[in-house]
């Protein structure tokens, strides 16, 4: 059954074939994502959101490898479709933001030429043609054009790396824009602007957006949803309310706890214990190792994730 009209990911699983052994990165991912809707993906460093995103852009590659599982965007399985149509889609439907910003830019090419490439592999013109367009794209994040045209990508600040990023993936007003901790890698007052500006720009696309982002603040005031990972699997899903008003998951609520509240008392709990190593995962519930109400069948068994109330899902054996 199709849960999202535009994105319906489903039993995903992937590995990584590494000298100490196969990690079991994704363990059966359910996450899905209605048109213009905005969904966050949270958990620690480790937890499998960045594979996550870089399956649905096909982009896993070796030693990685996509075992099972289906990815529905539109009408098409990305998992079952030829490289030449993955490449269209990735140009003009779904569009990948990063981190590192600089990193992601070419660093031979400038900045002006890159954005042009862009928006051409979109609308399938010429580099040519389309460079009248940058001018617009650049302006549309707040970049002075005229001096960033030229510029190379170590010549620029992190903040402005991301608008450039942030102009090619929005050029193409694609019906889903990913983005992987866009914010991570900059100061506190770049972040909020950068926020500020793909909250603007995403509305006028009406881009549907996966937001990435170990903060789960950040993604319940970005997104309509929030969606939570634990060591390759989607534990919880619920609105942006509800997963802080009434979180279900033992480690959505570990979450929860570990955000310092200015003007609290109350000592930071947090979560005691690390994500494991996924070459050899705790059997059954990948969280039961850490988990404070752990029970026999947590050890025994994976829990799917199931609707409990509308709109509301979990990946807990107290809720089955
Ligand atoms: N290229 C790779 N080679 C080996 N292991 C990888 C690779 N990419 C990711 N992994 C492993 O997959 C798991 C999930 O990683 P990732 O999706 O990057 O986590 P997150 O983005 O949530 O911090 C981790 O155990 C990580 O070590
Ligand atoms: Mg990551």
């Known amino acids: 059954m199709r849960r999202g009209s535009l994105l319906d990911i489903s039993g995903l699983r992937v590995i ?15 996450l899905w994502l209605n048109e213009e809707e905005r969904l966050g993906v949270v958990g620690e460093t480790g937890c499998g959101k960045s594979v996550t995103a870089l399956s649905v852009m096909r982009l896993i590659e070796q030693p990685g490898e996509i075992t099972e599982g289906s990815i529905w965007f539109n009408d098409k399985d990305l998992l079952k479709i030829s490289e030449e149509e993955m490449d269209r889609i990735r140009g003009k439907h779904i569009s990948m933001i990063f981190q590192e910003p600089i990193a992601a830019l070419n660093p031979v090419f400038k900045v002006g030429f890159q954005v042009a ?3 051409a592999h979109s609308q399938g013109v010429t580099i040519k043609d389309a460079y009248p367009q940058v001018r617009e794209a650049l302006e549309m994040v707040g970049l002075d054009w005229q001096r960033t045209i030229d510029l190379y990508a170590h010549e620029l600040s992190g903040g402005m790396a991301q608008r450039v990023m942030i102009a090619m993936a929005l050029a193409v007003k694609p019906k889903l824009l990913i983005a992987d901790e866009p914010t991570s890698a900059l100061d506190v007052t770049i972040q909020a602007q950068i926020l500020e500006l793909l909250d603007k720009l995403v509305t006028v696309s009406q881009s549907a957006v996966v937001l990435i982002t170990h903060d789960l603040g950040i993604a319940s005031e970005f997104c309509d949803r929030v969606a939570v990972m634990y060591a390759g699997n989607v534990v919880e899903i619920a609105t942006s309310e509800e997963i802080f008003s009434q979180p279900l998951h033992p480690y959505t609520k570990g979450l929860i706890d570990s955000i310092p509240v200015v003007g609290r008392s109350k000592e930071l709990v947090g979560i005691p214990g690390v994500v494991p190593d996924l070459v050899d995962p705790p059997s059954g519930c990948r969280f039961h190792p850490r988990c404070k109400k752990v029970f026999d069948k947590c050890h025994a068994e994976l829990p799917s994730l199931s609707q409990v ?10 809720y089955q």
């Open 117 to 119: 490439e862009a928006i």
């Open 309 to 318: 109330k509308p709109n509301h899902y979990v990946a807990c054996h107290l």
């Open 16 to 30: 990584f074939h590494t000298y100490r052994g196969t990690i079991k990165a994704l363990n059966g991912v359910e």
